[in-house]
């Protein structure tokens, strides 16, 4: 019997989630305290957690990064990123995004 990887499906859709948000924030981005307010409705995601998943993000070039030196850090998406989002471009593995049905 195969167990699910729990860990890598938390995730992945952390990172889905964390595109969806910064998508509603455009054009300007999202510091991660909005982001965390945002998250914490749907999924327990601490500071650190989203940290790694906006590195993740950022060397996927999906999207940018500031403030990497200060304690807050801002992001927004990249034209790739918004593409990823609009369904306009495949997803390749590593982030949850649902399937098209429409």
Known sequence: ??????EKARRETNRWLILQCLNCS?????GEAL???ALAD??????KELRCEL???QERQ???LKGQDSPQWHARLTRTGIDLVEY??????GIARPQKYW
């Open 42 to 47: 749907t999924v327990e995601i601490t500071q």
């Open 1 to 6: 019997m195969i167990k699910p990887d729990m």
């Open 88 to 93: 306009t471009i495949p997803c390749e593995p």
């Open 26 to 30: 455009r054009p300007l981005g999202a």
């Open 55 to 57: 590195d993740y993000l």
């Open 35 to 37: 982001l965390l307010s």
């Open 62 to 64: 999906l999207v940018e």
